[in-house]
């Protein structure tokens, strides 16, 4: 499996060039690359963020899904957000996400699923009061979109009027250009998708338009007064309604007419007037949706299931090795340049030690070469037939770049050695200090526009900055000499910096870059600090204990999250650059964000298995109304909720002698009313 710190890291570097670009394109209307390279950025983002789940737990995807909407049209709030999908590449994924739907509806019957073809487009939603149109957005970044209503009116799929609707209705589909109408456009974008994304950032809808732009209708955002029982309903009703739908969609019943379906599509693929790169598969029961829920930019309900990707042979000149922002030691195959999926790549991921062992992958060897989830370049496999008889075993380096040996280390969970070496002396390392570095200026941390990758790399060889404490004690007079830095570039990176110092505790928590703490974590630690005051705590050796001991309660912080907390601050270099960047800040006081639920400043608890719903549902409603979920039975849980199969006794003999509530399974329901 790919090394999931080198993801994270390739992600965060993609990002920000990604915000560079966008901010170019869609703000300032100076594009700084070419169409494609920029469309072709924002896929693999997307692409990326599908693909591996644990990214969701450590970023917030809504703000990179689609693009930030630009000063060109006014900006609307979506009544409900534009999530992204989840990604399947293989039927394993798929057996997957059905299981875990099982799971948390607490059911083992099969699961009917919608299919519908991914049309590779830009996503809009419309909006309609009463069967009028009122007005059309842009996904934008999936919280607000553009208004971009007159461009929308141009296309003869969408109607201004539906006849008997629902009193508000918000349709949602996909605005695309057919393959050969593209063909008389080709000269001026470089791809059909690109074609309809500039027809709809278009100022005049005139010039729209003049452009044979599409729609299919696939889903809804808000509504009122009306109910679907299934997305199969609602398509139907859709077309009732004159919107075009797409021909492919229809009901499967099993993982192996998944499969069917998946290859049935992918082999029309060619002979589709549209482009298409996947099939979205939703569960069709618009009840068992709702209980599913969504993640913070994904629904649990649906995901996309791609088609294959792209495989090339290249040749392995030289192996390198990177270190990240934890101190993982991550392999990378240098290799002659080859085109992979319409990409010039010319590096590739080795993952870890273990995978070159496993691979026997050498320097000279002839290898295949695919862009995982069409996205980051691996090697596949060695062609051993073409190996040069002199080759030898490669050695990996058992000291990192800064000369330190390195270590693996045992999960704490599996008890099974980490197949990653990592360094182990955080910012003592001066790779992986410029690594921590760029994670903390990054989007979700504390998001310093103008401070990238590239700029991080060049202040830290300048010396300008080397720990997080510089970046708020930046000398603006030594920038004017550089190449690039104007008046206007500096003024902006300091009014960056400066609107920074203001950060919320449980985003302050994840900037640090503990490892194993990711977004959900920092909430569930923000929400037990509360306030930097009490975080601080963590610097004295003495309360670091007690409040390790404490964290034990936490449900989502385990043995594995604590360690890593007492690793990072018993290392005297990283509590000394904490502290002095906690100086320069105003860390406000973390905040609930239902304090008005009905189990408001409730510690809950969960045992057994419960008949109507999974623990995980269970959670998610106690969480949703304002409780906090604990790990453990002890003195600070207001209700121990008692499930009908299989509780453990333990924990309500605790809960007994410790005089906590006991909640059965029947009054859990009569508390939320169902």
């Given at each position: ?6 993801i ?11 915000i ?15 169409d ?76 009917e ?13 419309l909006?309609?009061?009463?069967g009028?149109l ?17 461009n ?14 629902p ?33 709809l950032r ?34 139907k ?19 192996d ?10 082999r ?15 569960v ?47 392999p ?10 319409g ?28 862009r995982?989830?069409?996205?980051i ?36 969970s ?17 790779f ?13 941390a ?11 790399d ?7 900055i ?45 900037s ?15 929400a037990f ?7 601080s ?35 005297q ?18 905040k609930k ?70 909640m ?11």
């Amino acid at each position: 499996m790919m090394n999931k710190i080198k993801i994270k890291e390739i992600y965060k570097e993609k990002f920000k060039k990604f915000i560079k670009f966008n901010q170019s394109y869609f703000e300032k209307d100076r594009p700084i690359v070419s169409d494609s390279e920029f469309d072709k950025l924002k896929k693999e983002l997307l692409e990326l963020a599908k693909k591996y789940p644990f990214l969701k737990k450590i970023n917030d995807l809504d703000k990179i899904v689609g693009s930030k909407p630009s000063g060109k049209f006014q900006k609307v709030k979506h009544a409900k957000p534009m999530l992204s999908l989840s990604n399947a590449f293989e039927k394993e994924d798929m057996l997957d996400f059905k299981k875990k739907i099982q799971n948390f509806l607490n059911i083992s019957t099969e699961i009917e699923l919608s299919s519908e073809p991914k049309i590779d487009g830009i996503s809009a939603s419309l909006r309609y009061e009463k069967g009028k149109l009122i007005y059309g957005l842009s996904r934008g970044d999936g919280i607000f979109g553009e208004n971009i209503t007159s461009n929308l009116l141009t296309i003869r799929e969408i109607p201004k009027i539906l006849k008997n609707p629902p009193e508000i209705i918000e349709i949602r589909g996909e605005v695309y250009i057919g393959k050969q109408d593209f063909e008389k456009l080709k000269d001026k974008f470089a791809n059909p998708r690109n074609a309809a994304g500039g027809s709809l950032r278009q100022k005049n809808s005139s010039e729209t338009a003049k452009i044979p732009l599409k729609f299919f209708a696939y889903g809804i955002g808000e509504i009122k007064n009306h109910f679907f029982k299934n997305q199969s309903d609602l398509l139907k009703e859709l077309k009732n309604w004159g919107f075009s739908v797409n021909s492919y969609c229809k009901i499967i019943n099993s993982i192996d007419g998944v499969e069917e379906n998946h290859s049935e599509i992918e082999r029309l693929r060619s002979e589709l007037d549209y482009d298409v790169d996947g099939i979205v598969y939703k569960v069709n029961n618009f009840n068992f949706q709702d209980r599913l829920g969504s993640t913070s930019n994904s629904p649990r309900w649906a995901i996309a299931y791609k088609f294959s990707s792209v495989k090339a042979s290249s040749k392995i000149r030289n192996i390198s090795v990177q270190v990240g922002r934890t101190g993982a030691i991550t392999p990378v195959a240098k290799i002659d340049p080859v085109t992979v999926g319409g990409v010039v790549v010319s590096n590739a991921t080795l993952h870890n030690e273990d995978e070159i062992n496993r691979k026997d992958i050498r320097i000279g060897d002839t290898v295949m070469v695919q862009r995982a989830g069409d996205v980051i370049p691996q090697v596949l496999s060695v062609d051993k037939s073409k190996r040069d008889k002199n080759s030898k075993k490669f050695i990996f380096p058992d000291k990192c770049l800064c000369g330190y040996p390195t270590k693996k280390e045992v999960n704490l969970s599996t008890k099974k050695t980490d197949a990653v070496r990592r360094c182990t002396r955080g910012y003592e390392c001066e790779f992986t200090a410029r690594e921590k570095l760029k994670h903390i200026v990054s989007k979700d941390a504390f998001d310093i526009e103008g401070l990238g990758k590239k700029v991080i790399d060049n202040f830290w060889s300048l010396k300008f900055i080397r720990t997080p404490a510089d970046i708020f004690d930046l000398n603006y007079t030594k920038l004017e000499a550089l190449d690039g830095w104007g008046e206007l570039s500096i003024n902006n990176l300091k009014n960056a910096i400066e609107n920074s110092r203001k950060i919320v505790l449980d985003r302050f928590i994840y900037s640090i870059g503990i490892r194993h703490i990711g977004q959900e974590n920092a909430k569930i630690l923000g929400a037990f600090f509360k306030t930097s005051k009490k975080f601080s705590e963590l610097f004295n050796h003495k309360k670091r204990k007690d409040i390790l001991k404490n964290l034990h309660d936490l449900d989502g912080i385990g043995e594995t999250q604590a360690k890593s907390i007492e690793d990072f601050f018993s290392n005297q270099k990283n509590s000394t650059n904490i502290q002095s960047l906690m100086s320069e800040l105003n860390i406000e006081e973390f905040k609930k964000i239902n304090t008005k639920g009905k189990l408001s400043n409730k510690n809950l608890m969960f045992t057994g298995g419960f008949e109507r719903m999974s623990r995980s549902e269970a959670k998610a409603i106690a969480e949703e109304n304002g409780a906090k979920i604990l790990g453990s039975v002890s003195k600070k849980l207001d209700h121990l909720i008692i499930g009908n199969s299989k509780p453990t006794k333990k924990k309500i003999e605790k809960a007994k002698q410790l005089k906590i509530d006991l909640m059965t399974e029947k009054k859990w329901y009569e508390l939320l009313n169902r």
